[in-house]
């Protein structure tokens, strides 16, 4: 039995309407990508979608880099600077907004302000890849 992989175009993007790879683990249907910025690959035996990748443009909030000058740093600089940028965004409503961090001091801090953990890591990927 053969395997097809192929761009799945966007006409044919509701046959993944309630399908397993846009359920959430509490089994809620997670909306499809938009295709204006998304292109969805698909492995199909006998018509039947058995794997799917999407690469998509994603545009979230980043709350990082934070910087103070070492001889100000265990001030109140670098949570006045965070929380002024925070407001900035109150005209928005609500607002998810990522905050990485490199170290466990950061993500305490960033708990301790209210941020949840989330439940993956990050990874960057290069492509094509450098030397």
Do not use: K, N
């Not at 809620?28 to 292109?39: E, F, G, I, S, Y």
């Not at 698909?42 to 994603?58: F, N, P, Y």
């Not at 940028?85 to 607002?95: E, I």
């Not at 990485?100 to 209210?114: M, N, P, Q």
């Amino acid at each position: 039995m053969a395997t097809l992989i192929r761009e799945l175009p966007p006409e044919d993007w509701a046959r993944l309407e309630g399908h397993p790879a846009f359920t959430d683990s509490q089994g809620q249907t997670v909306p499809l990508p938009d295709p204006r910025a998304a292109v969805i690959m698909v492995a199909e035996r006998d018509g039947h979608i058995v794997g799917v990748h999407v690469t998509q443009l994603q545009l979230h909030l980043h709350a990082e880099p934070l910087w103070v000058e070492p001889a100000l740093r265990g001030t109140t600089l670098a949570h006045r600077l965070f929380t002024t940028s925070l407001r900035s965004l109150d005209t928005c409503g609500p607002t998810a907004v990522y905050c990485f961090s490199e170290s466990s001091t950061v993500a305490d801090y960033l708990e301790r302000l209210g941020a949840h953990p989330l439940p993956y890591r990050t990874h960057l990927l290069w492509h094509p890849p450098f030397p």
